[in-house]
């Protein structure tokens, strides 16, 4: 039968002439071998009486040398069936094509493949039971062929929802058959699904421990092993067994293009990139210079080597690959991606800023890469220019929520405070009517540092407590500037406190939470306490931060310590030189402390 599959299905080179030779008769010409049977005359008599040979429902009887037995007529009808399913399958006729390969298969139920799919089919369609019958009675014809057991399984823990008995068949089908991997996913996915996880991490271990030669095996393997952790991050002993599970692959099969790629893939994203690149130059050596497109792109493999060359710190050969790659195919936008990723990495904002233009006239469709470019610009001081890209955008990409975000982000580092509030309320509204996904954590962050800026405290409050909500694990920030805004306007101060001290039980290292709490202190008068918390944060910000300085230096001037803090105020100034109000304190710095030094003594 799947013999006679294969030869119907094999590039379909002719259509299935019914009205001329009944699929039935074709059946039985081939089952027989008769050729005899079909030969062509010229004489109208002879063919009237070849045709009363063949055709059903002729009056004539069968010459014998046609008359089948009855398990070979079963398996012509089977096939004459089978095949006429496939013509009403072609034809878009789903009702027809089940009813004929249901025939098919009550002719010859041993047809492992066809049972699957009618038991599938009949699932799909709300008769999982009548499925079931179909796959029993093909284990019944054919009791050592795996499939049947293994599709069984899933038909009973997925449809019927009886892990207990899908387990069973899947068990089945796997000692037919140790070295299908099939089953042993099959397996597994119940073990895990019925909370059995120590007997599904066996079962992986069991799968590694079979000598299969079949690199398919050990590549299916592998991925399933890492599909298994969710995501969660593998263990080092896990990476310690994927690495030999892919090198078992890399032994059966290390001249194949495809699994030399595939290994690597797995050691670059095990942070193995070490290990990665030897393998894909070989892939590439290997590849033909002109793949087609079954084969494995050979631009995909030179685009992860460049990422690997990175990754190891050989950003030139990095750098270089990706050239290469544009130079050999211009048109190829993942290339401009990753190499706008390397020069942004290396700090080469010009060029980074270059390929986002390019990108832009590779797909003009990509909104993304406008946001990206008024990213680089900001990083350039360019706000204008970054403000001026993203209201372009925004009359191209009137429906993209994240362009708008951008600008609101745009709009509050140029000190368009108002103006950044009002475009996040938009941005706000925009999403939430279609990217929900973009109003996370970091949104409502941004929107109430924006509200905050504009000296809407009571709307950042809500913003910020909306943030924490979304995400109380990495809330510290927002905990922090919570604090922060309060104690800066001389509010709600113990309260503020609570906060700022909630960020530092989260990361009690970070010198802008101290800087906070030390501002606290200053406000509540505790001048000594102040100094000594700010004086920690100055020692420690990285960069140094003019906020910092200016508030040790306010403080050391509470405790009368001009020369302290003219010093500081100096430091702050030099951050930040549009400052107006640390210039006015620096000079009456240098006045006090004029007036406090001694004259000079008078000429002798």
């Not at 397996?187 to 299969?212: D, F, H």
Request: aromatic residues 8%; negative net charge; charged residues 25%.
């Amino acid at each position: 039968m799947n013999l006679m599959r294969g030869w119907l299905l094999q590039g379909k080179p002719r259509r299935l002439a019914s009205a001329c030779l009944p699929v039935a008769c074709i059946a039985g010409f081939i089952l027989t071998g008769n050729h005899s049977a079909l030969a062509i005359t010229d004489d109208p008599g002879d063919a009237a009486a070849a045709e009363a040979d063949v055709l059903p429902g002729s009056n004539a009887p069968a010459t014998p040398d046609l008359t089948l037995a009855q398990p070979a007529a079963n398996k012509a009808d089977a096939l004459a069936a089978f095949s006429e399913a496939i013509i009403a399958e072609d034809n878009a006729d789903s009702d027809a094509a089940l009813a004929d390969y249901k025939k098919a298969l009550s002719l010859d139920p041993g047809y492992t493949e066809l049972a699957v799919k009618v038991a599938y089919e009949l699932a799909r369609r709300g008769d999982p039971s009548a499925g079931i019958q179909v796959l029993k009675d093909s284990i019944q014809a054919s009791p050592k062929a795996p499939l049947a057991y293994l599709y069984l399984s899933q038909l009973y823990a997925k449809f019927l929802n009886k892990p207990d008995v899908g387990l069973k068949y899947a068990q089945q089908a796997l000692d037919l058959d140790p070295t299908n991997i099939a089953s042993y996913i099959a397996v597994y996915e119940i073990e895990v699904a019925t909370n059995q996880p120590a007997k599904a991490a066996e079962l992986l271990v069991r799968a590694s421990r079979q000598t299969s030669s079949d690199p398919q095996y050990w590549l299916q393997l592998g991925d399933f092993y890492i599909k298994s952790f969710g995501s969660n991050a593998p263990a080092p002993q896990d990476i310690k067994n994927l690495s030999a599970i892919y090198a078992r692959a890399l032994v059966l099969d290390g001249e194949n293009v495809s699994t030399l790629a595939r290994v690597a893939d797995f050691y670059a994203r095990s942070d193995q990139a070490a290990l990665a690149i030897p393998l894909y130059i070989k892939a590439i050596k290997l590849s033909p210079a002109n793949p087609s497109d079954g084969d494995v792109a050979l631009e995909n493999i030179r685009n992860s080597l460049a990422l690997c060359f990175d990754a190891v710190g050989k950003t030139p050969e990095a750098v270089a690959t990706l050239q290469q790659l544009i130079k050999d195919d211009p048109l190829r936008y993942e290339s401009y991606d990753a190499l706008c990723d390397l020069y942004e990495k290396s700090g080469d904002t010009d060029a980074a800023l270059g390929l986002c233009r390019q990108m832009m006239l590779l797909d003009p469709t990509k909104f993304q890469n406008y946001v990206r470019s008024a990213a680089l610009l900001m990083k350039e001081k360019k706000t204008d220019a970054a403000i001026q890209e993203l209201t372009d955008a925004r009359m191209k990409f009137p429906s993209e929520a994240e362009v708008t975000y951008a600008l609101g982000i745009a709009l509050g580092e140029a000190k368009h405070f108002q103006d950044a509030l009002s475009t996040f309320e938009e941005a706000d509204e925009e999403a939430s009517t279609g990217e929900t996904e973009m109003l996370d954590a970091q949104f409502y962050f941004s929107y109430a540092a924006a509200a905050e800026q504009a000296g809407q405290v009571d709307k950042a409050f809500a913003l910020f407590k909306k943030s924490i909500d979304l995400d109380p694990e990495s809330s510290a920030e927002a905990y922090n500037y919570m604090g922060f805004m309060w104690v800066d306007r001389g509010l709600k101060l113990d309260e503020a406190a609570g906060y700022i001290k909630k960020a530092l039980q989260m990361d009690p290292n970070n010198p802008a939470y101290i800087d906070s709490l030390g501002w606290y202190y200053f406000k509540k008068g505790q001048y000594a306490q102040a100094v000594t918390l700010l004086k920690k944060a100055a020692k420690t910000i990285q960069p140094e931060d003019a906020i910092v300085d200016e508030h040790l230096g306010d403080a050391y001037s509470a405790l009368n310590d001009t020369t302290n803090a003219l010093d500081y105020w100096q430091k702050a100034s030099a951050l930040d030189k549009d400052n107006k109000e640390i210039a006015v304190k620096i000079a009456g710095a240098r006045q006090k402390l004029a007036r406090q030094s001694p004259p000079a003594p008078a000429p002798q």
